[in-house]
């Protein structure tokens, strides 16, 4: 750290420590030239995830909206918040799995799809009329026609 004192770059660092919310770090450093002291505040770099959308262009990864948009799918339906709080969890470490921490709406909608279908399938089925993005009623047919096939398998 250059000193804002002399402009010498050698210091030694007197005392560290962390904020109170631990983002950033407050060294307390002294010249090695002039022997004046200076603080220096570094902050934590967090790991952000991404979302790469269809028309991929990328935003952070938002835990509270993807909730939200379950919490929506399972609206009077007999799933428990904790089972969409693993959801949640679960593409996490999904995206945390991923070496550049990107994931694409469509992986995510499929992931949460495969798990919704196990607990609850009409919340499967508003789910994925979202996620899918259907254009016309004749796919969400075809979405339900399948749904009872599997049913009657
Ligand atoms: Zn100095």
């Known amino acids: 750290m250059r000193c804002p004192f002399c402009g010498t770059t050698k210091d030694r660092v007197v005392d560290s420590r962390m904020s109170k919310e631990a983002v950033t770090i407050r ?3 002294e010249c090695v030239n002039c022997k004046k002291r200076f603080t220096t505040y570094e902050e934590i770099e967090d790991v952000t995830y991404v979302v790469v959308k269809k028309d991929k262009r990328r935003e952070p990864f938002d835990r509270h909206k993807l909730f939200a948009g379950l919490k929506r ?4 339906r007999p799933v428990g918040i904790v089972q969409l709080q693993e959801i949640v969890n679960d593409v996490e ?3 945390h799995s ?3 921490k990107e994931i694409t709406t469509s992986e995510i909608g499929e992931f949460v799809i495969d798990e919704l279908r196990a607990l609850d399938q009409v919340a499967y089925v508003r789910f994925a009329s979202v996620y899918r ?3 016309s009623l004749d796919q969400f047919l075809a ?3 399948n749904l009872l096939q599997i049913e009657r398998q």
């Open 143 to 145: 979405e339900l026609t």
């Open 27 to 29: 060294r307390r450093r």
């Open 133 to 135: 993005d259907f254009k």
């Open 93 to 95: 470490h999904l995206l």
């Open 98 to 100: 991923k070496p550049d």
């Open 73 to 76: 799918a399972c609206e009077k």
